[in-house]
């Protein structure tokens, strides 16, 4: 990570803001934008996380191992008996064919520190979808960003769901509003400090009872919200 970092003055990291923010918006899929944009408004953000981290016996963990989700470390999770969270989250990757290792690197973080703790929140993204059980919609890539929000007050996450929801039709936006949204306020502040759990050691566990532990609450199906 050390060598990929690009040190940006006041100035340049205003301009990648925008240039990224500009970017997203007319091409929402373009990561390499939303992941810039993430690290040149988000460093207070991320500086908050690393202490919260510190103060955590587990958050403290991840900092001294730096473990990271990628296919070489992650791999046993296709190991694991069913029902455990590691071997929902291979479901969920194999199911959708994603690779761990697709993910853009952290280029504008100042430090080697800052630098891990955002590539280590771009890396649990996955782990935060099982635990949840939203899809890969943009439906429910907004409202996880509701959830990054609430856990990390990245103002990236808040733009994202601006941008998410404006490109809802009527009827999504109404049950995004109407269900996603409320939902995921409520979830990602009830949790606990997600960033500060080492998924990996956990991946053997029972689904329901990390759930359970971390103060998850699993999206209710809006299919069945007027039940």
């Not at 269900?179 to 050691?201: I, N, Q, R």
Request: aromatic fraction near 12%; charge should be positive.
């Amino acid at each position: 990570m050390q060598g990929a970092r690009v040190n940006l003055k006041g100035w340049q990291q205003a301009a990648v803001a925008f240039g990224s923010a500009f970017g997203a918006l007319l091409d929402p899929r373009r990561a390499d934008l939303i992941a810039a944009l993430g690290e040149t408004t988000g460093k207070p953000a991320f500086q908050r996380v690393l202490q919260r981290m510190r103060n955590s016996a587990e958050g403290r963990d991840v900092l001294l191992e730096r473990p990271r989700v990628i296919s070489t470390q992650v791999s046993h999770a296709w190991d694991m008996p069913q029902n455990t969270f590691g071997a929902a989250y291979a479901q969920f990757m194999g199911s959708r064919n994603f690779s761990p290792d697709d993910r853009p690197p952290v280029r504008f973080m100042d430090t080697d520190e800052l630098a891990y703790v955002a590539t280590r929140a771009r890396e649990v993204h996955d782990f935060w979808h099982v635990l949840f059980g939203l899809p890969t919609n943009l439906i429910g890539e907004t409202a996880l960003k509701v959830i990054e929000f609430e856990q990390m007050f990245l103002p990236m996450c808040m733009l994202s769901v601006v941008g998410g929801s404006a490109r809802f039709n009527e009827k999504q936006r109404t049950l995004f509003f109407q269900h996603y949204f409320p939902w995921a306020s409520k979830a990602g502040l009830k949790c606990t400090d997600l960033m500060s759990v080492y998924y990996e050691k956990h991946f053997h566990e029972d689904l329901d009872e990390v759930r359970r532990n971390w103060g998850i609450i699993p999206c209710p199906d809006p299919k069945r919200r007027s039940v």
